[in-house]
């Protein structure tokens, strides 16, 4: 699978789907990934920030940014982006098959 990466301040960070972004995601919203409102701009941002800081914990990349902070510095093109590149990293898994970092 490609790598996915966000870029804030500058600076590009690794970004995954990871058990650990859902455990996140669960942490900071009470929510199970699968309530995850696909409509709603704070799951999304939400589950954004827990990919990127899950994926910079298994890298050991410094990412301290809290999720107000994240959300300050993010651009609405470099969330799009991610839409983008997470559809598609969907759609090339094969049938069957779920996609893996």
């Known amino acids: 699978m ?25 942490e900071q919203t009470g929510k199970e990934i699968t309530e ?3 409509a709603s701009f704070n799951d999304q941002v939400t589950f954004l ?3 990127v800081k ?3 914990a298994r890298e050991k990349i410094p990412f301290d940014l809290s ?14 982006a991610w839409n983008k590149a997470e559809a598609g990293a969907v759609q090339q898994a094969p049938e069957g098959d779920t996609p893996k970092e």
Do not use: H
């Not at 490609?2 to 455990?23: D, H, R």
């Not at 107000?68 to 969330?79: G, L, Q, R, V, W």
């Open 36 to 38: 995850m409102d696909a």
């Open 54 to 56: 899950s994926a910079c």
């Open 2 to 26: 490609a790598k996915i990466e966000v870029t804030i301040n500058g600076k590009a960070y690794p970004c995954s789907q990871t058990m650990g972004a859902m455990l996140r995601f669960k």
């Open 49 to 51: 920030w827990c990919c």
């Open 67 to 80: 999720l107000m902070e994240f959300a300050d510095s993010i651009e609405p093109e470099e969330m799009a």
